[in-house]
């Protein structure tokens, strides 16, 4: 099994509907992240979140919610879903960086997401 | 503005020889580089990270080298394999001192390893 899951892995839905991706995780780490990719523009952090009690917006967040439910849960809302938030969304977790090696986000297999 | 550049889209390279893929960036302040490799329909993986305070990291095949005064990392793969064909990532990660430890993507560099 995954140590990240995101569920649903494609979506397809209208505009002005109101989507919830969901991200679970194995790992047993507190900080979680949603990015967003777009062809030509890499991966944008949408939203990101150290601990249960802490939520920070990333460089695009408007037009997106999201809702730490436990250590291991982080869901990501569109509450009226619009064509360009059609992109690529992926949930990411990482523990505390240090030493040599720099914290590792671990991702999640993505979830397709199309407005029409 | 993109703080990390990743200038070209594609690169294509016979198999067992080098693949050089390139990453520029803007910030100074940097604490870590990382790249992440990507194949269809998954998330990205992690590949080799680099600290701002050395110059080379090498990790079998894969060696990272970090030009601080250029503002300048290259990933080189030696041999290059046919499974090696994916999109690469470049990745920054700023605010060490705080705590906060932002990543910054590049754009990606899709390499594809011609058998």
């Known amino acids: 099994d995954a140590d990240v899951t995101q569920t649903p892995r494609n979506r397809i839905t209208k505009t002005g509907k109101r989507i919830m991706l969901e991200c679970s995780q194995t790992?047993?780490?507190?900080?979680m992240y949603w990015y967003r990719q777009d062809p030509g523009l890499g991966l944008q952090l949408i939203y990101y979140?150290?601990?249960?009690?802490?939520?920070n917006k990333g460089e695009i967040s408007d037009g997106y919610s999201v809702s730490r439910q436990a250590q291991a849960k982080f869901s990501l809302s569109l509450e009226s879903a619009i064509p360009n938030q059609t992109a690529l969304y992926f949930c990411?977790?990482?523990?505390?960086?240090?030493?040599?090696?720099?914290?590792?986000?671990?991702f999640g297999e993505g979830s397709r997401l199309t407005v029409l | 503005d993109q703080q990390v550049k990743q200038n070209s889209p594609s690169l294509s390279v016979q198999e067992g020889r080098i693949s050089i893929l390139n990453c520029d960036y803007t910030?100074?302040?940097?604490?870590?580089f990382l790249w992440y490799k990507k194949y269809p329909a998954e998330g990205p993986t992690f590949l080799i990270s680099?600290?701002?305070?050395?110059d080379k990291n090498e990790d079998g095949r894969f060696t990272v080298f970090l030009n601080k005064s250029a503002k300048h990392l290259s990933l080189h793969i030696v041999p290059s394999q046919p499974g090696d064909s994916a999109v690469y990532f470049c990745?920054?990660?700023?605010?060490?001192?705080?705590?906060?430890?932002?990543?910054?993507f590049g754009t990606g560099t899709r390499l594809k390893v011609l058998a």
């Open positions: 990745a920054a990660i700023s605010g060490g001192t705080s705590g906060t430890y932002k990543y910054i």
């Open positions: 790992k047993g780490h507190d900080r």
């Open positions: 680099i600290s701002s305070i050395k």
């Open positions: 910030n100074s302040m940097f604490d870590y």
């Open positions: 979140s150290f601990d249960v009690k802490d939520i």
């Open positions: 990411a977790t990482s523990d505390l960086p240090g030493g040599p090696d720099a914290g590792e986000l671990f």
